[in-house]
C-alpha cells in the first residue's frame, strides 16, 4: 500500500497531534472510562479512586442530583429516587415495563408510550438518567486527561435493538459527548484480547453482566475482526441471580408485607451473598423481621440449585450462536469471560464444560470491555496512524416490514455484515394516493404481533397517478452503529418522498433538542453557542477533507470547475471566522455541492487504486 | 462499474473464492466507515453507503446462486421480476416428491433420523448436479447457453428452498 498514499478525505495531512478519546463500558450495574496513554489502555478511576462508578443515579433534591457509590447507598432508604439499572429500560415502552411494575420500587410514567420514571425532579427518562452516569464518566476523564474529549466510543450489548441503541446514542448527546462509534461489548472485549495477545481464530466472547447477556463468536485474523454471530438474552444477568436469592430469602423468612425499603435490603443482601459464594462455600446472614431479625446460612448448593435454569438458557443460547455461524463447539479456539457475573463458579464450570476448554480471565472481566472501548476509540480520533484493525459487525436481530395481514417479511436478515442497505419497491393502490405508511419491525418470529415495533414510516408528497402508477423505492440502510435510517424516492418522477419517522420507543429530535434546552439555565443563548461550535467544527472538517482531496487529485478536475470549488472554500474559512452558525452551515452546503461530482470522481479512483495497490505490493 | 469489476475478478462463474475475500477485506479497510470517524458529515454518509455496496456486491459473488443469477443480469437476463410458469412436469414431480418427504420429517419426529439423512443426501446430489450443468452451461457464453443456466437457475431456487426449510426444521429441534 505504501506506493499509494492518498489522503483520503477525513485522515488529516496534516503533523499528528495527539487527541484525546475514551472508551466508555455503560453498564447496567456498573460503568467505567479508559483510555489509551503512552499506548497502553488504562481505566480511569474515580474522585473516590475507584474503577467503576455504580450505575446508580439519585435524585436528591429539586437540584442535585448524587452519581455512584453515594447514590447506591441511598438506595436502601430514598428507592424511589434512586434509579438502579436503568440500561434495563432503555429503548422500552412503558407497556413492556408496566408488568414488571410491582417488583420495581419506582413510579412508572407513560410518556407518550415511552417509559419515564416520577422523581423528585419531575418525570425523567432512561435516556436522561442514562446522561448523568455519562456526564459523570465526562467529567472523570477531562479531570485526569485536563482537556476536552475529542469523541468517545460507548459500548453496547450486541443484543441491543435499534431503539436502545438510538436511546445510548441521545444519551450521549445530552450529556455533551461526541460518540465515535457504538460498539458491541463482546467485540470491545476480543479488542481487548486480541491486540494484547495477537490471536487468530474463531473466538467466542460469554458475556453474563448485571442485566443482559450476549454470546458473541468472532473470528480473528490478521487485524480483522469478524463477527460471525450474535444471540443472548436483553433481560437476563447478575440481577436475576439477586432476584432468584431474594425469592429463596423471602421464603425463608415468610415475610409477605414489602416496602420499597425492605425489598431494596434484600435486594443488596442477596448480591453481598452472592459474591461471598464466589470465593467461599457457606455465607451466614442476618435479616431484620419486623421488631426480631432472621438469621441464617446460604450454601453453594442452594445457590447452584436456584440459578441452574438461568445458567442453562445461556448455554442454549451459546449452542444455537455457534450454529448460526455455521461452526461447531469444538471449532471455537478460545473462550472470553466478560462481565462481573463470570466470577460464579458454576458459571464458569459450565461454560468450561460446553466448550471443552478452561475459558480465559486474565483480564478483568469487569474491565475488559472498557479498555476494548478505549483502544478503538484511539483508533477512531485518529491517533494510530496505520489502520490495522477492521471492524466487521453484523445486524443482531432482523429488520423487517408489516405486510397484509400481520405478517412480517423480512428485508434484511440477522447476522447481515453492517453497514448495509436494502431497497424495496412499494407501490399505490389508489388512484391519486399521495400519501404511504410503512411500519418497520426488528425481531425473527412471523407475526407483527410477536415482533418489536421499530417505527412507523408515513411518506408524503407522492405525485398523484393512477393506482400501481407510481413507484416508490424506500431504501433502508444500516449503518456501522447499528442504526437506521431510511429514505425514499418515486421513482417515475424522480420526487423525493419525504418521510415522518415515529420511532415506537423512541425520542423524535425535537424531544432531545428540548431535553438539551431544559437541562441548561442560559437555554437559548447556550443553545446558539452550541449550534455555532458543532458548525465551526464541521467546517474545519470540510476545509481540510476538500484542500486535502484537491492536493492529491485536483488533476481529476476541469479548471473551471476548480475555481468554482475554491471560492466556495475561501468562502466557508471567511465564514468560520465569523460568529453566525446558520451561515456557516449554508456555507458548507455550498461547498458540498459544489464537490460531489468530485467526491464521486475520486471515490471511483480509490476504489481502483485500493486494490491496484496492492498489486504492486505483491509483485 | 459492476460487482466483478469492483473486486477486480473475470466475470465468470468460477471465481477464486481467496481472493475475493481478500480483496474485500482491502476495500473495507478503506473504505469503512470507522476510517471516517473524524470526517466530514458527507464523508461519512458517502462511507456508509459504499461500505455497504461493498457488503452487497461481497454477499452476491460469495453465493454461488446470486452469483450466477447475477452473472445473467449482468448478460441482460433478468430473472428477479418474472413470473414465468415452469414447464417441466418430471421436475415439478421430483419436487412433489420431497416436499411429502420433508413433511413427513416435520409431522412425526420419531422416526425421522433415517428419513431425514436420506433427504438431505438427495438433496445434495440433486443441487450438485444443477450446479455442474449451471457452471457448463455460463461458460458457453452463448444464448442458449444463457437461457439453459437460467432455467436451471429456477431449478436450484426449488432445492435452495427445501434446504432451508429442512435446516428450519432441524433447528426447531
Known amino acids: ?619 | 462499474m459492476n460487482y466483478f469489476e469492483l473486486f477486480q475478478l473475470p466475470q465468470r462463474m468460477e471465481l477464486d473464492a481467496a481472493l475475493l475475500s481478500q480483496h474485500y477485506l482491502q476495500l473495507q479497510r478503506r473504505f469503512h466507515p470507522d476510517n471516517f470517524a473524524n470526517a466530514s458529515e458527507r464523508d461519512r454518509r458517502q462511507s456508509v453507503q459504499q461500505a455497504a455496496l461493498i457488503n452487497d456486491a461481497f454477499q452476491t459473488l460469495k453465493h454461488p446462486l446470486r452469483r450466477a443469477e447475477y452473472l445473467l443480469q449482468c448478460r441482460g437476463i433478468d430473472l428477479k421480476h418474472e413470473q414465468q410458469s415452469f414447464q417441466d412436469p418430471v421436475f415439478l414431480m421430483q419436487q412433489m416428491e420431497l416436499r411429502e418427504q420433508l413433511a413427513e420429517i416435520a409431522t412425526a419426529p420419531e422416526q425421522t433420523q433415517v428419513l431425514q439423512q436420506q433427504l438431505e443426501q438427495e438433496l445434495q446430489q440433486g443441487q450438485q448436479q444443477l450446479h455442474n450443468e449451471l457452471s457448463q452451461a455460463l461458460e458457453q457464453q452463448s444464448e442458449t447457453g444463457n437461457q439453459q443456466a437460467a432455467s436451471l437457475l429456477r431449478k436450484l431456487k426449488f432445492f435452495d428452498k427445501l434446504q432451508q426449510e429442512l435446516e428450519f426444521i432441524e433447528q426447531q429441534r
Open chain 1, 1 to 619: 500500500m505504501a506506493l499509494l498514499q492518498i489522503a483520503e478525505p477525513g485522515q488529516s495531512s496534516a503533523p499528528h497531534q495527539h487527541k484525546l478519546a475514551a472508551g466508555i463500558d455503560l453498564g447496567t450495574t456498573n460503568s467505567l472510562v479508559a483510555t489509551v496513554r503512552s499506548g497502553e489502555a488504562q481505566i480511569l478511576l474515580g474522585s473516590d479512586d475507584q474503577p467503576m462508578v455504580s450505575s446508580a443515579v439519585r435524585f436528591v433534591s429539586a437540584d442535585q442530583t448524587d452519581i455512584g457509590q453515594s447514590a447506591l447507598d441511598a438506595a436502601v432508604f430514598d428507592a424511589e429516587n434512586t434509579i438502579l439499572s436503568v440500561k434495563r429500560f432503555m429503548g422500552r415502552g412503558f407497556a413492556e415495563i408496566a408488568n414488571q411494575a410491582e417488583q420495581l420500587p419506582y413510579q412508572l410514567v407513560d410518556q407518550s408510550g415511552l417509559l419515564a420514571l416520577q422523581t423528585r425532579q419531575g418525570v425523567k427518562n432512561p435516556v436522561e438518567v442514562s446522561a448523568e452516569i455519562l456526564k459523570r464518566l465526562h467529567d472523570i476523564a477531562t479531570e485526569h486527561l485536563a482537556g476536552e474529549l475529542a469523541g468517545v466510543v460507548i459500548t453496547v450489548p450486541a443484543y441491543f435493538d435499534d431503539a436502545q441503541r438510538q436511546a445510548t446514542k441521545d444519551a450521549a448527546r445530552l450529556a455533551g459527548l461526541n460518540v465515535l462509534r457504538l460498539l458491541n461489548e463482546p467485540t470491545a472485549a476480543a479488542l481487548a484480547y486480541g491486540l494484547d495477545s495477537g490471536q487468530e481464530g474463531v473466538v467466542a466472547v460469554y458475556d453474563l453482566g448485571g442485566g443482559t447477556f450476549d454470546i458473541s463468536i468472532l473470528r480473528l485474523q490478521k487485524g480483522v475482526f469478524e463477527v460471525l454471530a450474535t444471540g443472548g438474552n436483553s433481560a437476563l444477568g447478575g440481577d436475576d441471580f439477586d432476584q432468584a436469592i431474594v425469592g429463596w430469602l423471602l421464603e425463608q423468612t415468610g415475610e409477605t408485607e414489602r416496602s420499597a425499603q425492605s425489598l431494596r435490603e434484600y435486594k443488596l443482601l442477596a448480591r453481598r451473598l452472592k459474591e461471598q459464594l464466589s470465593k467461599a462455600e457457606q455465607a451466614d446472614f442476618v435479616l431484620p423481621l419486623g421488631d426480631d431479625e432472621f438469621r441464617g446460612s446460604f450454601d453453594r448448593a442452594t445457590f447452584e440449585n436456584l440459578i441452574q435454569p438461568l445458567v442453562r438458557k445461556t448455554l442454549l443460547a451459546c449452542k444455537s450462536a455457534v450454529r448460526d455461524a455455521g461452526l461447531q463447539l469444538d471449532e471455537v479456539l478460545s473462550v472470553v469471560m466478560v462481565g462481573g457475573s463470570t466470577r460464579v463458579p458454576l458459571v464458569r464450570q459450565q461454560v468450561a464444560e460446553l466448550f471443552g476448554q478452561e475459558p480465559l480471565t486474565t483480564i478483568d472481566p469487569d474491565q475488559v470491555v472498557a479498555l476494548g472501548a478505549a483502544i478503538q476509540a484511539n483508533v477512531l480520533v485518529g491517533n494510530k496512524s496505520e489502520q490495522d484493525t477492521l471492524l466487521l459487525d453484523v445486524i443482531p436481530l432482523s429488520l423487517g416490514l408489516e405486510t397484509m395481514g400481520g405478517l412480517v417479511e423480512k428485508i434484511i436478515p440477522r447476522n447481515t455484515v453492517i453497514p448495509v442497505a436494502k431497497a424495496q419497491e412499494f407501490t399505490t393502490f389508489k388512484d391519486g394516493q399521495t400519501a404511504m405508511a410503512i411500519h418497520v419491525l426488528q425481531g425473527e418470529r412471523e407475526l407483527v404481533a410477536d415482533n418489536r415495533s421499530l417505527a412507523r414510516f408515513e411518506l408524503h408528497g407522492i405525485p398523484p397517478m393512477p393506482a400501481g402508477g407510481a413507484h416508490i423505492r424506500v431504501t433502508f440502510q444500516v449503518d456501522a452503529d447499528g442504526l437506521l435510517h431510511v429514505t425514499a424516492q418515486e421513482k417515475s418522477s424522480g420526487v423525493v418522498a419525504s418521510i415522518e419517522v415515529k420511532p415506537s420507543y423512541g425520542l423524535t429530535d425535537e424531544q432531545i433538542m428540548s431535553m438539551i434546552t431544559g437541562s441548561m439555565q442560559h437555554a437559548k443563548a447556550d443553545m446558539q453557542k452550541r449550534m455555532l461550535l458543532e458548525q465551526q467544527v464541521e467546517a474545519g472538517r470540510v476545509l481540510e477533507a476538500v484542500h486535502a482531496a484537491l492536493a492529491s487529485d485536483g488533476h481529476l478536475l476541469e479548471m473551471e470547475e476548480r475555481k468554482r470549488i475554491e471560492l466556495h472554500l475561501a468562502e466557508l474559512q471567511q465564514q468560520r471566522q465569523g460568529q453566525d452558525g446558520e451561515a456557516i452551515k449554508l456555507a458548507i452546503e455550498r461547498v458540498n455541492n459544489s464537490t460531489d461530482q468530485f467526491a464521486a470522481l475520486r471515490m471511483d479512483q480509490s476504489i481502483r487504486n485500493a486494490l491496484k495497490g496492492h498489486k504492486v505490493d505483491e509483485v
